[in-house]
């Protein structure tokens, strides 16, 4: 009974550690807010920066775009297309280049 008790905890708890996992946002498009997605870029950012210190802006952006690729941000990299083709509205264009100058700072 002991063994079975412990057996059905460890499975709980692995099921709510992988939903925790699996449902945290992974991409800009899964946050509630812009503030929320502003901020995890910002953590990412930082952790990419603390672990490539030598890093170029290229290098910077070159690991996003794998990161989305990795993650399924089908939007994300959609825009980053149409940024690249130039493909964007001048307001799309500001907001932009905005975010990227925020995080390159």
């Not at 059905?8 to 449902?23: C, Q």
């Not at 800009?28 to 490539?52: I, R």
Request: hydrophobic share 35%; net charge negative; glycine share 2%.
């Amino acid at each position: 009974m002991k063994k079975q008790l412990i057996t059905i905890t460890v499975l709980v708890l692995l099921s709510g550690l992988y939903f925790i996992v699996h449902k945290s946002p992974k991409c800009p498009d899964d946050y509630a807010t812009a503030e929320e997605s502003t901020e995890a870029m910002n953590v990412w950012t930082n952790a990419f920066f603390d672990e490539n210190p030598e890093a170029s802006i290229k290098d910077w952006g070159d690991a996003r775009l794998d990161y989305y690729h990795q993650n399924n941000c089908t939007e994300a990299i959609e825009r980053r297309e149409r940024y690249e083709s130039g493909d964007v509205s001048e307001e799309e264009l500001e907001s932009i280049n905005s975010a990227l100058e925020s995080f390159i700072q």
